[in-house]
């Protein structure tokens, strides 16, 4: 949430008053035993290396109110995006059968903001990683049989900017891939034999919160629900629903510093800087980080393409 939101909803408030491919021997630094929580399921541990011909790729968007021209312009490089993926073929010659589904960063929030003696109530919403059915396409998820593939994920990619003003796109990877998936929402996306992918693009850091109801000090800018859902948790998420680090991967466009582009302001994402750290410390480099500042997705996109096709070179089954 950028520093100006909270006196912006206080104003708002007052005036409605008035009115990778090494690092496969097995090391996770954490757990190996596969875990099939969330519906996704391991494939057994220490499995013999192969080339995977699968790949299941989740894009976490940010949908707050300052996405628009990022969101614009992930759309016009999604059609490269689906002509890379449809045309790419594994070691073994094999195209890969690939799905993708679009979520954004909110969740449903009721919040209060306290005004030293006034309490105005407020509320925001969010798919809560419910996968989009839009585009004029009813499925959760598109794949290479999708009539005009690249079109109708820059459709999905506008996922607007009238969602929650708190960024969890850590928690909502989460709920995308176990929360919904148990509820029905996304059931039937995750495949045991496939290569998990998650994009995360947010031009805020992480503010990931199990909290659905909080209360916001007007005297205190840095108020807010406890963020109490970070990094590490999120890598033993996917570690735990995968069976083994190799297979996941995961890229995150974000600002790696606080910046100005043609996108306009970002905040340093430092938390998700730490999850990219964090994911490739043990020798498993499957998660790339790319700057929101470029002020053009094309090679972050290309980036994050490169490090899923790099991850899926040697999944462990």
Known sequence: ????????????????????PSGRDGSLGGDDTPDAGGGGGGGGGGGE???????DLVFVVDDSGSMSEEQGNLAQNFPMFASVLQNYVNDEGEHV????AVTTT?????????????SIPMSESGPDGAFFKNCNVPTAWLDSTTPNLGTVLGCRANVGTGGASYEMPLLMTKHAL??????GK???FLRDDALLGVVMMTDEDDGSSTQSSFTIDATNPNSGPVIDFGPADAIQFLDTLKGHRSRWAAGVIAGETSCNSSFGNAAEA???????QMTNANGTPQAVF????????TQALSDVLAKFQAACGGIIL
Not at 107 to 112: E, M, P, R, S, W
Not at 178 to 183: C, L, Q, T
Not at 270 to 276: A, E, S
Not at 290 to 297: D, F, H, K, Y
Request: glycine share 10%.
């Open 97 to 100: 059968d690939f799905r993708i």
């Open 290 to 297: 790319s700057s929101i500042c470029a002020g053009n997705l």
């Open 178 to 183: 176990s929360e919904r998936v148990a509820d």
């Open 106 to 118: 909110g969740k449903n929030i009721t919040y209060t903001i306290n005004l030293g003696g006034t």
């Open 49 to 55: 290396p192969r080339k995977c011909n699968k790949m």
């Open 1 to 20: 949430m950028k520093p100006i939101t909270i006196a912006f909803l206080i104003g708002s408030a007052l005036s409605l008053m008035a009115c990778g």
């Open 270 to 276: 430092t938390r998700l800087k730490q999850f990219v």
């Open 186 to 188: 996304n059931a039937g």
